[in-house]
């Protein structure tokens, strides 16, 4: 199995950064991409950004051009640097794998004042 272990949320500014990261632990082999999701109050899970094995990004298009997801593959670490933040961005990000299954994180609460 894989545990994936996010931190780096918290309060902050409109206009603020925060960087979230997810720490990849347990049978790490052949993960083929990793990437967030996010799920704001009474709103439906949405994906956010994802990274392949080779280092390949997409992104959902209200977060282009303001995060940047990438990967340490040393440390099996995968960030989320999130910039110009927004109260429309207030939600829980949880980071996933993909591997024969995918494997969720608790997910970490992002929350954004205006």
């Known amino acids: 199995q894989v545990q994936l272990m996010e931190s780096g949320g918290g309060l902050v500014q409109a206009g603020g950064s925060l960087r979230l990261t997810c720490a990849a632990s347990g049978f790490i082999n052949s993960i083929t991409a990793m990437g967030w999701y996010r799920q704001a109050p009474g709103k439906q899970r949405e994906p956010v950004a994802i990274?392949?094995?080779?280092?390949?990004?997409n992104y959902v298009d209200f977060v282009k051009g303001r995060f940047t997801i990438s990967r340490d593959n040393a440390k099996n670490t995968v960030y989320l640097q999130m910039n110009s933040l927004t109260p429309e961005d207030t939600a829980v990000y949880y980071c996933?794998?993909?591997?024969?299954?995918?494997?969720w994180g608790q997910g970490t609460q992002v929350t954004v004042s205006s």
């Open positions: 996933y794998a993909i591997q024969s299954l995918v494997y």
């Open positions: 990274i392949s094995s080779n280092g390949g990004t």
